[in-house]
């Protein structure tokens, strides 16, 4: 069975970090791109990062870039998305999803439209 979940989100402090977990079961995330979404209450999702497999490079939207990072684990088929001085407005419901096809160059924008596989998302929260 195709599957993606995530996990590690959580109530945070302004200012913390947490690291969030994409696990792909069923399927091998090395020919694919794979991407880190948000969608906070009211607004539209957004895309906030991605890692292309076949070379390993990275994109981010301005918003994060400097405080996240997104990373690979192949034995694990998992990514990553550690993020640090969170902020307030970093509150969503994080999801991730792949593509067969490479991670746009510029995020900013970027909706997740066509993507072929979706997590179900794991909340994060940044307050006091």
């Known amino acids: 069975q195709v599957q993606l979940v995530e996990s590690g989100g959580g109530l945070v402090q302004p200012g913390g970090s947490l690291r969030l977990s994409c696990a792909a079961s069923g399927f091998s995330l090395d020919y694919y791109a794979i991407g880190w979404f948000r969608q906070a209450p009211g607004k539209e999702r957004e895309g906030v990062s991605c890692i292309s497999s076949s070379d390993g490079r990275t994109y981010y939207v301005d918003s994060v870039k400097g405080r996240f990072t997104i990373s690979r684990d192949v034995a694990k088929n998992t990514v990553y998305l550690q993020m640090n001085v969170l902020k307030p407005e970093d509150t969503a419901v994080y999801y991730c999803?792949?593509?067969?096809?490479?991670?746009?160059?510029?995020?900013?924008?970027?909706?997740?439209?066509?993507?072929?596989?979706w997590g179900k998302g794991t909340p994060v929260t940044v307050s006091s």
């Open positions: 999803a792949t593509r067969h096809t490479p991670c746009p160059r510029v995020i900013a924008g970027w909706r997740g439209y066509g993507m072929d596989y």
